[in-house]
């Protein structure tokens, strides 16, 4: 999210919107079934190569998801009480893949490929083209190697570390074959992780590329084609082919007609940079845009009461939380950081700083998730008790905290000022009164996220984006609670115990097994506060009252071909 501009900025921003075409809405719009909708958010795609720079940015990912397949994804599973449609994370159902099996003697699964899928530029879909993503995946030739992370997590033979340190085994073997044109064998390392299917359900590292146009668009400089899949398409088999792509300004997309499901119900989606969130908001509300995303929890706290528009939201995996650093002091003491957990004002948070559309976390784990445990161990708003813990670990009201001034420092993005910074004012109010010396320090996004995500040195960071996905509870202990896991340990913690307990639930076949060590890993991860768990949050959009459609995917990117309006 860009910086707030001056109002010279918004009138150029409304005058472009207006001259893109979308100040009064054409007569196809006004039709009883429309097929194109304009929707705006912060930004558009920067990038489409999931092994590339832009993989972490959520418009990018939304990109991805509406031009690419995947072999398969998860099942529906009805919807909520605001008209939101859902998955049901234990069942999966085939999209490239028709079916699949998998052989316990040899640790393989047998992938039966849908025939007849063409791609946007003609191409026809067979096992090539899923050797190919393999291939690409494990040359680790991307600046961010997720393919690779992927495949590595979901326990595929043969994408071990070594392949990171070692080129002469990034060439694709016998893991990952060609049985014939529609049949594909993939075999798992031993022991057989738990978090293959979840990992080919999610979005991530696993959507599958047409082959044909991949190689026509490589150089002997870029052999995988990283520099078309980020500046130019990424060519699949999604429901959507790229029509127009303005770095920073919009993205435009048209129905693949040739779509194996059929093709989508709107047939255009303009895709549209509005930086402002609040001029996202107005035009909604004039009727310039269909559907607005990424607004401020207020922003869409109003909108709910608008003549026309639709607010809807799930608690699904976004969540607010503070890592409190194990290496930095005051907070490698457990006592220090469990009195912080009692001076949290969560309700305040709740009504105040979401406008009631949250609820308390209680675990490490979004509550949604397959292998999600609430421990015993809770903290509450509870000054007196923090008080209490704070003289135990040697610091009565808070005396001799001042020489830990820089560990005190409570970091946000500042991008994030509108929606954190209310909600970093009311923290330090408590803070400050059970004698936590805090200042606020909002730094820009990419200070925020090289020093959080990649260098882990932030005594004190107060996060809203961090999500695991795939949709699995053994996964999301996996990546930010271990000492093993990757990348997302950004607060240090290390238990040896929380170690084996995810090493053995992710090998673990009995479901009931599984979950029992799931159990126990949150429950050490609540009594020692791995990370300080605040709520669970609404993921929202705001939309034209006749949109329907809206479906809820754990990267929070909506799938275009899921909406229709009008009619």
Request: charged share 25%.
């Amino acid at each position: 999210m860009l910086s707030r501009r001056s109002v010279v900025t918004i009138l150029i921003v409304a005058l472009a919107l207006v001259a893109a075409g979308c100040g009064n809405r054409n007569d196809e719009q006004q039709t009883a079934s429309r097929t194109r909708l304009t929707i705006l958010a912060e930004d558009v795609p920067t990038g489409l190569d999931y092994d590339g720079p832009a993989v972490g940015i959520p418009t990018s990912q939304t990109g991805m998801v509406n031009l690419m397949e995947g072999l398969l994804t998860y099942a529906p599973a009805g919807q909520n009480d605001e008209g939101v449609r859902l998955l049901d994370f234990t069942k999966y159902e085939g999209r490239l893949a028709e079916s699949w099996d998998y052989d316990p003697a040899t640790l393989t699964w047998t992938f039966h490929l849908r025939q007849g899928v063409v791609g946007c530029e003609g191409a026809s879909f067979n096992a090539d083209d899923v050797l190919y993503t393999f291939a690409r995946a494990k040359s680790v030739s991307g600046p961010i190697p997720l393919g690779w992370f992927e495949a590595n997590t979901a326990g595929i033979d043969g994408f071990t570390p070594d392949v990171i340190t070692d080129e002469s085994k990034r060439e694709l073997g016998d893991e990952v074959t060609k049985v014939d044109d529609y049949t594909v064998k993939i075999r798992q390392s031993r022991p057989p992780s738990q978090l293959f299917l979840p990992v080919l359900a999610q979005w991530a590292g696993v959507l599958i590329f047409d082959k044909e146009t991949m190689e026509a668009n490589k150089t002997d400089k870029d052999p995988w084609s990283h520099e078309y899949t980020n500046n130019t398409n990424a060519p699949s088999f999604g429901p959507y082919c790229l029509k127009t792509w303005e770095k920073g300004s919009q993205f435009v997309v048209t129905a693949n007609p040739q779509y194996y499901r059929g093709a989508p119900a709107v047939s255009e989606i303009v895709y549209r940079k509005v930086p402002e969130s609040a001029n996202r908001v107005a035009a909604l509300r004039s009727g310039d845009a269909d559907l607005v995303e990424h607004l401020t929890p207020k922003e869409f706290h109003a909108l709910r009461d608008a003549d026309g528009i639709e607010v809807s939201g799930v608690i699904g995996n976004e969540t607010l939380l503070i890592h409190l650093n194990w290496k930095t002091k005051p907070f490698d003491d457990e006592r220090v950081r469990q009195a912080f957990a009692h001076a949290i004002p969560y309700d305040e948070i709740i009504a105040n700083g979401y406008a009631g559309q949250a609820k308390k976390w209680e675990s490490q784990i979004s509550s949604t998730y397959p292998g999600y445990h609430r421990p015993a161990k809770q903290y509450g708003t509870d000054p007196a008790a923090a008080r209490e813990l704070l003289a135990q670990a040697g610091f009565p009201d808070g005396r001799g905290l001042d020489r830990f001034g820089d560990a005190l420092r409570l970091t946000y993005t500042a991008e994030k000022q509108s929606t954190l910074g209310p909600i970093a004012t009311v923290i330090q109010a408590s803070l400050r009164e059970v004698g936590f010396p805090v200042e606020l320090d909002p730094i820009p996004q990419t200070q925020f996220a090289d020093r959080l995500y990649t260098k882990h040195d932030l005594p004190l960071a107060l996060d809203d984006i961090e999500k695991a996905v795939p949709v699995d509870g053994g996964y999301a202990l996996l990546i930010a609670h271990t000492t093993y896991g990757c990348c997302a340990n950004n607060g240090n913690f290390a238990d040896p115990r929380v170690d084996e307990l995810v090493k053995a639930a992710n090998v673990e076949t009995d479901q009931a097994k599984r979950s029992t060590l799931l159990a126990q890993a949150q429950d050490i991860l609540m009594e020692r506060l791995s990370l300080l768990p605040i709520v669970e949050y609404k993921t929202q959009w705001a939309y034209r009252d006749d949109v329907q459609g809206i479906t809820w995917h754990p990267e929070n990117s909506l799938r275009w071909s899921d909406l229709r309006a009008g009619g």
